[in-house]
């Protein structure tokens, strides 16, 4: 089992920056791909960023060039910094981990985060 929890959401202004950090624990040594989603009111769960084992990294068009994801494996924590924020960034934050090789859509990911929420308003 590995467990999964993120801390670090908040009101943003648009333009402004947050990270996100998430800590993991638990069996981390099954877990190969990492990965965070957002879910905003009345949507269906969407993939933000994943990161793979030896640190290559994905992400949706609408956020590349502003989110970063990274990871310490020492640390066990996987982050996403978020710049730039809009608001339509807006929404609850999920990090997930996946023993697949591979994994995009959210049943590829076996384990979840409780969820952080996100603001971005003037």
């Known amino acids: 089992q590995v467990q999964l929890v993120e801390s670090g959401g908040g009101l943003v202004q648009p333009g402004g920056s947050l990270r996100l950090p998430c800590a993991a624990s638990?069996?981390?040594?099954?877990?190969?791909?990492m990965g965070w989603f957002r879910q905003a009111p009345g949507k269906e769960r969407e993939f933000v960023a994943r990161?793979?084992?030896?640190?290559?990294?994905a992400y949706e068009d609408s956020v590349k060039g502003r989110f970063t994801i990274s990871r310490d494996n020492v640390k066990n924590t996987l982050y996403l910094q978020m710049n730039s924020l809009k608001p339509e960034d807006t929404a609850v934050y999920y990090c997930?981990?996946?023993?697949?090789?591979?994994?995009?859509?959210?049943?590829?990911?076996?384990?979840w985060g409780q969820g952080t929420q996100v603001t971005v308003s003037s």
């Open positions: 997930a981990a996946s023993v697949r090789p591979a994994a995009w859509r959210p049943n590829d990911y076996g384990y």
């Open positions: 638990g069996s981390i040594f099954s877990i190969n791909v």
């Open positions: 990161i793979s084992q030896i640190s290559s990294t």
